[in-house]
């Protein structure tokens, strides 16, 4: 939809009132008196459009339309095609790789597809806690992470362990800033394992809070998705031991 917005000016400057336009244009107003309606619903909408406009007729004005449509379009598909949340589907061919995965907790994305584990949601338990508040993100953490051994920090002997929990979220994500240096006898820890940069979490600004140019740094500034593997102190030890 967000395509045809050049071409959505026109409407008001050089319309071609018909009968497609009508069609169109109550199809979207039915449509948005419904909640929780999908993008998807309103395609057909975008032929009806687009053939209900005149282009202008003036070559200057007509040159002038294309190049920002163009650029519109090559903008928005690099953006929304490429980057915006584009580290879910690499995150999930990552984790369906890991040979001890046993519980993946997915914060402040989309749903990541199960199909792409291929076989390995059998033994891989996907979380889906998009819009779960910090707190109970760590709760849910500290119940599920493994006991934390010396190996864990030193090389990959952990993939050697029979049981996992990672974490998977934004790097834009900044409420787990205080938690993830920590290196202490006591809390979570989380191990960096995998970094995927051509990721945007456009679905977590925060204009209101944060202003217009903090929530464009640290969306854009800090773009990527991550995955972290965390454990625990158990007291006495023992690997993958909850």
């Known amino acids: 939809m967000a395509s045809i917005r050049p071409a959505a000016v026109l409407l008001f400057t050089q319309p071609h009132l018909s009968l497609r336009l009508y069609s169109a244009i109550s199809g979207i107003f039915v449509l948005s008196i ?77 749903s990541p597809p199960i199909w792409l584990l291929n076989g390995k949601n059998e033994v891989l338990t996907t979380h889906d806690v998009m819009g779960l508040d910090g707190e109970s993100l760590l709760k849910q953490l500290a119940d599920l992470a493994t006991c934390d051994t010396p190996a864990d920090r030193r090389n990959r002997e952990y993939l050697k362990e029979k049981e996992g929990t990672y974490l998977v979220a934004p790097a834009s994500a900044t409420w787990l800033d205080p938690y993830l240096p920590n290196k202490g006898l006591e809390g979570l820890r989380f191990r960096e394992v995998w970094r995927y940069d051509r990721h945007l979490n456009l679905d977590d600004l925060d204009w209101g809070e944060d202003g217009v140019w903090n929530t464009l740094k640290r969306v854009i500034g800090r773009r990527g998705l991550v995955a972290w593997r965390v454990t625990k102190s158990c007291g006495g030890g023992g690997t993958g031991e909850r």
């Open 34 to 110: 419904f909640q929780h309606q999908e993008a998807r619903f309103l395609l057909p909408t975008v032929p009806l459009i687009l053939s209900s406009v005149q282009l202008p007729k003036n070559r200057r004005a007509l040159q002038l339309w294309a190049a920002v449509w163009v650029v519109f379009n090559v903008f928005f598909g690099v953006l929304m095609g490429i980057y915006h949340q584009g580290g879910i589907v690499p995150g999930q061919v990552f984790m369906s790789k890991q040979p001890d995965a046993t519980n993946a907790i997915w914060w402040k994305t989309y």
